[in-house]
């Protein structure tokens, strides 16, 4: 049975809002630990990047009375301390976090623009999930070009991660 419209949309914008958020905390920790200047500017290029994500989801909760995910205290210190470990592990290693990640949201992100289609009235927030959706794959590919695959131990790591990453969406759409 198809969901109620509401409660799909506030589920949409309440997980996207914490996995944004969740994104900037991990590239905060990955800007802190970073020691390479080549890899610490192309963390800040995606960081900045993450904001602008954010900032629109931070808007949307407020415009849609959504009631943003009660789980951000935890994101707030778990995507710090991902991006920490990874940094200092090394550069390849946090890119392979970013990797990691990035294929998950660019999953996630397409499963919503699948089922928003069935809203014509939600085209633009269809075409933002889009925009975003491109930039994410735009950060796995920096990723990958900047020898994530080289990451020590990149298959385990990336497998844990992106099962983290999932789980934190089913917890985010959630509570
Ligand atoms: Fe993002
Ligand atoms: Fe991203």
């Not at 198809?2 to 905390?25: L, Y």
Request: with cysteine.
């Amino acid at each position: 049975m198809r969901k109620n419209k509401k409660t799909f949309i506030d589920e949409v914008i309440r997980v996207n809002h914490a996995g944004e958020f969740g994104a900037k905390r991990i590239y905060e920790g990955q800007i802190r630990f970073l020691k390479d200047t080549k890899h610490l500017e192309l963390v800040k290029h995606m960081y900045k990047q993450e904001l602008e994500h954010l900032d629109y989801f931070n808007r949307e909760v407020v415009n849609r009375d959504v009631r943003p995910t009660a789980l951000a205290p935890i994101w707030n210190g778990l995507g710090f301390a991902l991006g920490a470990v990874t940094a200092i592990i090394g550069n390849k290693a946090a890119m392979a976090c970013t990797v990691a990640v990035e294929e998950v949201i660019e999953e996630h992100y397409q499963e919503q623009i699948d089922k928003l289609a069935c809203y014509p009235e939600e085209k633009e927030l269809c075409s933002v999930i889009k925009k975003f959706q491109q930039e994410e794959v735009e950060h796995k590919n920096i990723g990958i070009e900047n020898d994530a695959l080289d990451a020590p131990a990149f298959a385990i790591l990336t497998r844990c991660i992106k099962k983290a990453s999932k789980c934190a969406i089913w917890l985010s759409k959630r509570f």
